[in-house]
């Protein structure tokens, strides 16, 4: 038990745990959990060889073992305490190890739910700005006179809204979701009107595709189930033909009506003889090139040569001697009032 070799006198055998903590061990908790985990099945592998080598090795010297002293006083204990020792050395690292898994293990947990929560505020604040980069989205797609575009935005604006209760902030949001659609439609009615002082068949094309599509939204029972009927982009698609040459109509009385409002107003000033006759001839015309485009529509529907085209060219040459006698019998009231 004296001898220099005496494990007892050995503090590098004794000391288990600065043993440990001098090997490096990975930055990477995922990468960290592991090699515990490995070390772990390791020392546990290791602890059943050594119990079962000192199982076979006392049943084979079992008598050698127990009279040991009477011959060699010290090598059977010393084996015993190597035993022990190593033994012991196993539990300490096995220990120390799960108390490192157990921490690590925390700290995922904790770093987890961090996550977690910011992934969740990350939503929140993407959910509330949405609406807001929808509006930009359709004043925009507007703007660049994509109508059918602006149409579908908007569709999904109120596709979204009925999940959007829950943010107090975007009440007014909400609100002018359910108000863009009648907007919209006012601003291609306008647009159209727009194409009697510079007709563009690409542009009239877009306005139809696009009155088509948000009638066929607004017509739809109930817009927050499926897809809307918008976001389907319809290869050809025409709008009711009386609502558009209604509304190509009524621009051209508005039109016409400004028109005399301001040859009259030019007058009533006290103009000398020289501006009234270029008021005048200014007003004519406007009033020519109203009635020109006008035909442009006409013509555009009849170079298409579908059925709708030709019900719309037809409706177009209805209204043309009824918008001629209508300009006839204003500008016969203004000569009355000059």
Same mark, same amino acid.
């Given at each position: 038990?004296?001898?220099?070799?005496?494990?007892?006198?050995?503090?590098e055998?004794?000391?288990?745990?600065?043993?440990?903590?001098?090997?490096?061990?990975?930055?990477?908790?995922?990468?960290?959990?592991?090699?515990?985990?490995?070390?772990?099945?390791?020392?546990?592998i290791?602890?059943?060889?050594?119990?079962?080598?000192?199982?076979?090795?006392?049943?084979?010297?079992?008598?050698?073992?127990?009279?040991?002293?009477?011959?060699?006083?010290?090598i059977?204990?010393?084996?015993?305490i190597?035993?022990?020792?190593?033994?012991?050395?196993?539990?300490?690292?096995?220990?120390?190890?799960?108390?490192?898994?157990?921490?690590?293990?925390?700290?995922?947990?904790?770093?987890?739910?961090?996550?977690?929560?910011?992934?969740?505020?990350?939503?929140?604040?993407?959910?509330?700005?949405?609406?807001?980069?929808?509006?930009?989205?359709?004043?925009?797609?507007?703007?660049?006179?994509?109508?059918?575009?602006?149409?579908?935005?908007?569709?999904?604006?109120?596709?979204?809204?009925?999940?959007?209760h829950?943010?107090s902030?975007?009440?007014?949001?909400?609100?002018?979701?359910?108000?863009?659609?009648?907007?919209?439609?006012?601003?291609?009615?306008? @647009?159209?009107?727009?194409?009697? *002082?510079s007709?563009?068949?690409? &542009? !009239?094309?877009? /306005?139809?595709r696009? %009155?088509?599509? $948000?009638?066929?939204?607004?017509?739809?029972?109930?817009?927050?189930?499926?897809?809307?009927?918008?976001?389907?982009?319809?290869?050809?698609?025409?709008?009711?033909?009386?609502?558009?040459?209604?509304?190509?109509?009524?621009?051209?009385?508005?039109?016409?009506?400004?028109?005399?409002?301001?040859?009259?107003?030019?007058?009533s000033t006290? @103009?000398?003889?020289?501006?009234? *006759?270029?008021?005048?001839?200014? &007003? !004519?015309e406007? /009033?020519?090139?109203? %009635?020109?485009n $006008?035909?442009?529509?006409?013509?555009?529907?009849?170079?298409?040569g579908?059925?709708?085209?030709?019900?719309?060219?037809?409706?177009?040459?209805?209204?043309?001697?009824?918008?001629?006698?209508?300009?006839?019998?204003?500008?016969g009231?203004?000569?009355?009032?000059?």
């Amino acid at each position: 038990m004296g001898s220099p070799s005496s494990p007892e006198k050995s503090p590098e055998r004794m000391d288990p745990s600065s043993a440990m903590a001098s090997e490096s061990l990975p930055t990477n908790p995922f990468a960290l959990i592991d090699h515990l985990q490995s070390e772990i099945g390791a020392m546990d592998i290791a602890k059943d060889v050594v119990t079962s080598k000192l199982a076979e090795e006392i049943q084979r010297n079992y008598h050698t073992f127990i009279q040991g002293p009477l011959h060699h006083p010290s090598i059977p204990m010393i084996r015993h305490i190597e035993v022990d020792l190593d033994l012991a050395q196993a539990l300490i690292q096995v220990k120390n190890g799960r108390r490192l898994l157990a921490i690590h293990k925390k700290d995922l947990v904790m770093s987890h739910l961090e996550l977690v929560k910011l992934r969740r505020n990350r939503d929140r604040v993407h959910t509330v700005r949405l609406p807001h980069s929808h509006e930009q989205d359709m004043v925009a797609a507007v703007q660049d006179k994509a109508f059918e575009r602006a149409v579908r935005v908007c569709a999904a604006l109120r596709h979204r809204a009925a999940h959007l209760h829950q943010f107090s902030v975007l009440k007014q949001s909400i609100q002018r979701m359910h108000l863009a659609l009648p907007e919209l439609r006012q601003h291609f009615h306008s @647009a159209l009107g727009d194409l009697l *002082v510079s007709f563009d068949g690409d &542009v !009239y094309d877009e /306005l139809l595709r696009a %009155l088509a599509a $948000l009638d066929a939204h607004l017509s739809s029972s109930s817009p927050s189930k499926g897809t809307p009927p918008s976001a389907r982009s319809p290869t050809r698609a025409v709008v009711g033909t009386d609502d558009v040459v209604r509304v190509v109509v009524a621009a051209m009385d508005e039109l016409t009506r400004g028109a005399v409002a301001n040859l009259l107003d030019t007058t009533s000033t006290g @103009a000398s003889i020289a501006m009234v *006759v270029d008021a005048v001839l200014n &007003v !004519y015309e406007l /009033l020519v090139s109203l %009635l020109h485009n $006008l035909d442009l529509f006409e013509q555009w529907h009849d170079k298409r040569g579908e059925s709708d085209d030709a019900a719309a060219a037809d409706a177009f040459r209805r209204v043309r001697p009824l918008v001629w006698e209508s300009l006839q019998r204003r500008m016969g009231d203004a000569w009355t009032r000059l």
